[in-house]
């Protein structure tokens, strides 16, 4: 499939969508929600594929939702048309899916790697919500997730100040999981997306389900859920022999049952 500002790849059983506007660096208009989504729903739908990656270019992740396109927009075809809700697509992609962000992460840029299941950040990454700059606030869940990553404080400071949190800090924070040198960044997302990839799939599903159910969830909501998935994986195949493996001191070799 050829998309206009989206690239993919699948190599091995990793899925890989790069955000292709650089001249716009990367930012998101239309188009790029309905690519990006499309090849979202297929790669979910495609048994060949067992996790996935997006990521930007070196310049950009994103540099937000694209200002030229909705510069004109007015309240009422915004809300008649429920802009931006398609994005929600990304946060509802069952697989795993990693964010390599490399340089600026603005505004819906930080949104839409924020509801990917973990980032990877070159050290030149910059995230941020500069929204109020522009008279308007996140609208692709920067006010929640953003808060849910890092926290009250850091959250409304970013959020009302505008300003741009680098790779450290935001590793510091919590809104990254690891930063490397920028020559390793897609090293670094493909070894992590590929060692998943190798994990039973059910098992991989499940787990991610149970940490999304945490922001949805009360604690024993939370964990009623997380004990019911953990007893259901002991009617897998995959189960029995990773554990048999274990005790045998031998390799696994999953089968996806
Ligand atoms: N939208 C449209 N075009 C953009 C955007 C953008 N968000 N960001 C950069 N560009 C364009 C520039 O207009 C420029 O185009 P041209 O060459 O035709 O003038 C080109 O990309 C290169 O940009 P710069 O020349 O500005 O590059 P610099 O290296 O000087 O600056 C910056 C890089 C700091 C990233 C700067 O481009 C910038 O501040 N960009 C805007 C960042 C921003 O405000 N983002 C938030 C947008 S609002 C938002 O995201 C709302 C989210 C809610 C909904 C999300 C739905 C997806």
């Known amino acids: 499939m050829t998309y206009e500002t989206i690239l993919t790849e ?5 899925a890989i969508v790069t955000l292709n506007r650089p001249q716009a660096l990367n930012a998101l208009n239309s188009t790029v929600m309905v690519e990006l ?30 200002i030229k396109e909705m510069q004109s927009l007015e309240f009422v075809d915004a809300y008649l048309g429920d802009f931006v809700a398609g994005w929600d697509a990304v946060a509802t992609f069952r697989k795993p899916l990693i964010a390599a962000v490399s340089g600026f992460a603005l505004g819906g840029g930080c949104e ?82 590929g060692k998943i990839a190798g994990f039973p799939r059910a098992a991989v599903l499940m787990a991610k389900e149970a940490v999304n159910r945490s922001f949805e969830a009360t604690l024993a909501e939370g964990l009623r859920f997380e004990r019911r998935l953990f007893q259901s994986l002991f009617a897998t195949a995959d189960q029995k022999e990773g554990m048999a493996a274990f005790v045998e001191k031998r390799k696994p070799a999953f089968s996806n049952r």
Request: net charge negative; hydrophobic share 50%; with cysteine.
């Open 37 to 66: 989504t499309a090849a979202l729903a297929a790669f979910d739908s495609n048994d060949a594929v067992a996790a996935a990656v997006l990521t930007g270019s070196e310049k950009a992740f994103a540099a937000g939702a694209d």
């Open 112 to 193: 839409l790697a924020m509801m990917c299941d973990f980032i990877i950040a070159a050290d030149t990454a910059k995230f941020g919500q500069p929204e109020i700059t522009l008279g308007v606030i996140p609208g692709m869940g920067g006010s929640q997730r953003l808060t849910r990553a890092v926290g009250k404080a850091k959250a409304m400071d970013m959020v009302l100040t505008g300003r741009m949190m680098d790779a450290t800090e935001a590793e510091r924070m919590g809104l990254v999981s690891r930063v490397v040198a920028p020559g390793q960044l897609m090293d670094e997302t493909l070894a992590a997306a």
């Open 10 to 14: 699948i190599r091995g059983t990793v």
